[in-house]
Antibody, heavy 118, light 106 residues
Framework: QLQLQESGPGLVKPSETLSLSCIVS??????????WGWIRQPPGKGLEWIGS???????SYNPSLKSRVTIYVDMSKNQLSLNLNSVTAADTAVYYCVREGSTMIDSWGQGTLVTVSS | DIQMTQSPSSLSASVGDRVTISCRAS??????LNWYQQKPGKAPQVLIYAASSLQSGVPPRFSGSGSGTDFTLTISSLQPADFATYFCQQSYSSPYNFGQGTKLEI
């Protein structure tokens, strides 16, 4: 059974870098035909697609965040990671790690809340 | 970017009601439209993919229709477990934007 588990600091200071990891179990990132990505949801608001990456390293990002975001994979750890730099309070959100099929997101992590505050 | 607009933003209904939620894309997305259900404090879960295909394990009272720019999610007979927030998402082109959500309340 596929499981996605996010981890990382729950509090980040403004202007610093938000870094999250997602351990994938039940599937292999390196051999899977799926994309692996991140979605966020500010408290009480809607969902925002951040970006996703394939096992080849080919990544696609939301243009609204592209200048600040990097998604990468560590095949040896079967782990997906997110870096978002120069954060502000607007980046406060629950961040979800997801698996993307050819047409839909078929698996989600439980999500991790990151608050940007000094 | 393709913008997704849902209506209504919120909806009050009763158990047993038939409910329809709409989603409109700013340009044609063919059939690349998904519907997700989200309950408080939980991650969303897919209900319908490719506009009208029911995800495995989802009750048949959920159905989806539409193509091009206009899509609909229908719940034929509301059950207590269905009171949640529903999001549409286009998977036609990156960025794969979501609608703003429809909160279904008693």
């Amino acid at each position: 059974q596929l499981q996605l588990q996010e981890s990382g600091p729950g509090l980040v200071k403004p202007s610093e870098t938000l870094s999250l990891s997602c351990i994938v179990s039940g599937d292999s990132i390196s051999s899977s035909p799926y994309y692996w990505g991140w979605i966020r949801q500010p408290p009480g608001k809607g969902l925002e697609w951040i970006g996703s990456i394939y096992s080849t390293g080919s990544a696609s990002y939301n243009p609204s965040l592209k200048s600040r975001v990097t998604i990468y994979v560590d095949m040896s750890k079967n782990q997906l990671s997110l870096n978002l730099n120069s954060v502000t309070a607007a980046d406060t959100a629950v961040y979800y790690c997801v698996r993307e099929g050819s047409t839909m997101i078929d698996s989600w992590g439980q999500g991790t809340l990151v608050t940007v505050s000094s | 970017d393709i913008q997704m607009t849902q209506s209504p933003s919120s909806l009050s209904a009763s158990v047993g009601d038939r409910v329809t939620i709409s989603c409109r894309a700013s340009q044609s997305i063919r059939h690349y439209l998904n519907w997700y259900q989200q309950k408080p404090g939980k991650a969303p879960q897919v209900l319908i993919y490719a506009a009208s295909s029911l995800q495995s394990g989802v009750p048949p009272r959920f159905s989806g229709s539409g193509s091009g720019t206009d899509f609909t999610l229908t719940i034929s007979s509301l059950q207590p477990a269905d009171f949640a927030t529903y999001f549409c998402q286009q998977s036609y082109s990156s960025p794969y934007n979501f609608g703003q959500g429809t909160k279904l309340e008693i």
